[in-house]
């Protein structure tokens, strides 16, 4: 079972997310900040993660950093989920080292279609 981990301030957010994810087959850990995201990614080794931009503590994009350079897979798919949606966004944080984009709100419907294409899964 693939492990994915969410790093979502947001309740409603979080829980929405790891419902979708479970109930296609994934385990999931939950991380409600920033800087546990980072200590979380590196214990966890989880398969891929879902990286909420506004965080309360440090932002996604120094998440992102901290993660990319840490002793967690350095070629982890890291997938924003983000209410970023001003024109240059998506391609900002995809040159920040961001593997996908998905812009909040996620459709339940496809959002697991787009979370597959970009961990190299297929349906």
């Known amino acids: 079972m693939q492990k994915a981990l969410v790093i979502e ?11 979708i994810l479970h109930k296609y087959g994934y385990s999931t850990v939950w991380a409600e900040n920033g800087r546990r995201g980072v200590e979380l990614a590196i214990q ?10 506004q965080l309360p503590d440090i932002d996604g994009y ?4 901290l993660i990319r350079v840490s002793e967690a897979n350095g070629n982890l798919p890291i997938i924003a989920m983000t209410s970023y949606a001003m024109s240059g966004d998506r391609e900002k944080l995809l040159n920040a080292g ?3 984009y998905i812009e909040k709100p ?17 349906p």
Request: net charge negative; hydrophobic share 40%; proline share 4%.
């Open 44 to 53: 966890e080794k989880p398969d891929f993660i879902i990286l909420d931009i």
């Open 9 to 19: 301030d947001n309740e409603d957010n979080m829980n929405l997310i790891t419902f």
């Open 106 to 122: 996620i459709d339940p419907e496809s959002v697991m279609v787009e979370i597959r294409k970009i961990i190299g899964e297929t």
């Open 98 to 100: 961001c593997t996908g």
């Open 62 to 65: 120094e998440v992102l950093r």
